[in-house]
Structure formats: C-alpha cells, structure tokens
C-alpha cells in the first residue's frame, strides 16, 4: 500500500545507495591485515578457500535473477556475467581464474573444488545470497549486487597490496583481480541504471537501498566467520 510520500529523485537515489558505501568490506579487519601483509600463508589459503565458495555461487545467484527477471533487454546483459565467471569452456572465465589464485598460494584443485576448508559461517552467509536471489524480486536482487560500485578501488589496491607483499604469489594468480577490474566499473554503472530505472517508487527504492545492506551484510559476515577462524587456530 502507497503511504503518499514522493520518490527519491534519481540523483537522490543513487546517492542514498551509494551513502552505504561505509558497510562495505574494505574496512574489515581481516582484510586490513592482508593489505598491510600481516596474514600468513595458512591465513591466505583459509580466505582463498572461502571465498572460493561465494565466487562459485555468483553464477547461480545471476541466474536466479534471469529466472525472476520478464525484461529481455535486462536479462540479455545480465547473462554476460554468467559468461564472465563460467567462461564459455571448461578452463576460462572469473571462476577458473578464482582456482588460480587459491593453487597460487598453496591450495591443490581437489581440496578448493571439494569445499573441505568452507567454513559453516561462510557458507550460510553465501547461501542466504542466492536464496535472497530466488525469493525476492528481480530488481531487490539486482539491487543487492551493487556492492559493485564500492569495488573498482578496493580492488585495484589489493592488487598493488599483494604484488607488493606477497611475492611469492606467481603472477598468474592474479589473473582474477587484472580480468575482473576491466569490468567491474562498467558493470556498477549498468546496475545502477537498471535500478534507478526499474524503482519508481520510495517503497521499491527503500526496498532496493535494504537489498545493498543485505549484500554488505553478507560479505562482512563471511569475513567474519574467516577471521575467528584465522585467529584462534
């Protein structure tokens, strides 16, 4: 039911989706600590594996998303993000690139893929996503993605943290972070434009502004479970 009051305009709109910017991840202190270089190898690996969960699950969260959404234009360029991290072959794509990075510092293929080291914290965060994904609606769950925006300069400065702290990481671990940063712009521009356009009242663009919290949620809680782990082992 309408309560009468006005939109938020589409300036005022981004603006409010852009202010959750502070509940982002790139302050956790676990994350610190692997910029400044202080994890160790073990510490690596245990984030390599999770996150390898939530990377793995992006695909599906995407597709959710296609199941729920009846625009064809928005449904033809949201599956070039399925593409992106599946590739279109077996060896290509986010996903694989993801596998590189976990045998980079130190992992084996089998014990990333067969989710040993998933911790139960991680796993219920990630997989309250993609129920988030399937259950609500198409423009909420689009919505919740768009911790996109914040992404572009957290990643660029892992990149330089870890070449610069981390040597011995084979360059090609990195492959991830080089591939996906050619895109993550372009990709945080076009949801905010499918959310502005597809919100047209203050009651979808509130619901939209508490998917983004959602979503930030979930990334912090997955480092969370990683960091009481990383810390008391």
């Known amino acids: 039911m309408s309560t009468g009051r006005q ?23 676990f994350h610190l600590r692997l ?13 390599a594996a999770n996150r390898w969960h939530y990377q793995r ?11 729920n959404c009846p625009d064809p234009d928005v449904r033809r360029a949201w599956r070039e993000r399925i593409v ?6 077996p060896g290509e794509g986010g996903a694989e690139n993801w596998l590189r990075l976990a045998e980079a510092v130190g992992l084996s293929r089998e014990e990333v893929l067969d989710e040993r080291h998933v ?15 399937r259950t609500r609606p198409w423009v909420e769950a689009i919505a919740s ?13 892992r990149l330089s943290d870890m070449r610069a702290h981390y040597p011995w990481i084979a360059e090609d671990g990195f492959a991830y972070f080089v591939q996906r940063l050619q895109v993550v712009a372009d990709e945080g521009k076009s949801t905010v434009d499918i959310v502005v ?18 979503k930030c949620d979930v990334l912090r809680a997955v480092l969370d479970a990683v960091d009481y782990h990383a810390t008391r082992s």
């Open 7 to 29: 939109p938020w305009s589409p300036e005022g709109f981004t603006a409010r989706l852009r202010s959750l910017a502070d509940r982002y991840w790139h302050d956790h202190p």
């Open 35 to 47: 910029h400044e270089g202080a994890l160790s190898r073990a510490e690596l690996r245990l984030w």
């Open 57 to 67: 699950r992006i695909p599906q969260k995407d597709a959710a998303i296609l199941s």
């Open 84 to 89: 992106w991290h599946d590739g279109t072959r």
């Open 119 to 133: 911790l139960p914290g991680v796993r219920f965060a990630v997989d309250a996503y993609v129920t988030f994904a």
């Open 145 to 157: 993605g768009l911790t996109e925006m914040f992404a572009p300069g957290l990643m660029t400065r």
């Open 197 to 214: 356009r597809n919100s047209p009242t203050l009651e979808s663009q509130e619901a939209a502004v508490a998917a983004l919290g959602f």
